[in-house]
């Protein structure tokens, strides 16, 4: 499966964005999605996951209570809602998807199979 996110942008703290993630060559609706981001001179880190009915989602402590993910299965997009921007929050995000056989949400990177191309977020203070 391939999967590209987009949605990713330059804006102000305190602003909202909407990143997307979609798949190709087959549907996701199986997976575990999670979103990672990775700031210059960092590693990469978790930032939210979602199970494959959406039922079950997880964040990181950084961006609990200011980032929503959710998933439309019919569209074949998880989605990423970010609230309240702060210039922390400025990383490439990228999308990733489990193997199939894996129901569980993780955070841990190396656990995720097929990744998107990433989006730039850029917040500014």
């Known amino acids: 499966v391939q999967l590209q996110a987009s949605g990713g942008g330059l804006v102000e703290a305190g602003d909202s964005l909407r990143l997307s993630c979609a798949a190709s060559g087959r549907t996701f609706s199986s997976n575990v999605v999670g979103w990672f981001r990775q700031a210059p001179g960092k590693e990469r880190e978790f930032v939210a996951g979602?199970?494959?009915?959406?039922?079950?989602?997880s964040s990181a402590d950084s961006v609990k209570g200011r980032f929503t993910i959710s998933r439309d299965n019919a569209k074949n997009t998880v989605n990423l809602q970010m609230n309240s921007l702060k210039p922390e929050d400025t990383a490439v995000y990228y999308c990733?998807?489990?193997?199939?056989?894996?129901?569980?949400?993780?955070?841990?990177?190396?656990?995720?199979?097929?990744w998107g191309q990433g989006t730039l977020v850029t917040v500014s203070s």
């Open positions: 979602i199970n494959w009915n959406g039922g079950s989602t």
């Open positions: 990733a998807a489990r193997g199939q056989s894996w129901s569980r949400i993780s955070d841990l990177s190396n656990e995720y199979a097929y």
